[in-house]
């Protein structure tokens, strides 16, 4: 690992740490840099804000969640990776989304998965998402986003697996209809 990915993981591990006793709203750079041992400096090479570190940790886990999607793994198989993912992380998470900042996770966790659904159909079709499509793909994706939020803050009560089959199964027809001809459900 680089020295400043090695230094990325290191102030996210001080951000974790920071997160057990204050909320992300009132966390500081300061705080983040005593408790990792490294100057603002250094902090601001790295990231621009807190939030910009928080999407930075939460891109990682998305990415490896999701990295196999396209050769061949279903969209169920990606979200029960992701779901496992946050939850073994699910005390910095929970106090992630609970900050609706600007730069907000949940922002970033919308932008980043329909870019990525997006990008799929794209690959798979040779060409851009029609209007109708981008809608469905939009609304499923806000609303995905909006459930992974509320399964985090309440408890996760569901399994992963169980989480994964609801979010399948909440797909308008139309975009199922078209992740079933990519071979994506």
Request: glycine fraction near 4%; aromatic fraction near 12%; hydrophobic fraction near 40%.
């Amino acid at each position: 690992m680089a020295k400043s990915e090695s230094t990325k993981y290191r102030l996210a591990e001080a951000m974790k740490t920071c997160m057990k006793t204050t909320s992300v709203d009132d966390i500081t750079i300061r705080q983040i840099v005593e408790v990792c041992g490294v100057t603002r400096q250094t902090f601001y090479r790295n990231f621009l804000d807190k939030y910009d570190l928080i999407n930075w940790y939460f891109d990682k886990l998305l990415l490896k969640s999701f990295e196999h999607m396209g050769e061949g793994t279903t969209v169920y198989d990606g979200l029960v990776k992701k779901f496992e993912y946050l939850k073994e992380e699910h005390l910095f998470f929970a106090a992630a989304f609970r900050s609706d900042d600007q730069n907000s996770l949940k922002e970033h966790d919308f932008e980043l998965i329909l870019q990525f659904y997006k990008d799929l159909i794209a690959r798979r079709t040779s060409r851009p998402l029609g209007e109708e499509l981008q809608f469905l793909l939009e609304m499923y994706c806000q609303g995905s986003v909006y459930m992974t939020v509320k399964w985090i803050l309440t408890g996760m009560k569901d399994t992963p697996e169980a989480m994964a089959v609801k979010l399948v199964e909440a797909m308008p027809p139309k975009l199922a209809k078209v992740m079933e001809e990519l071979g994506l459900v």
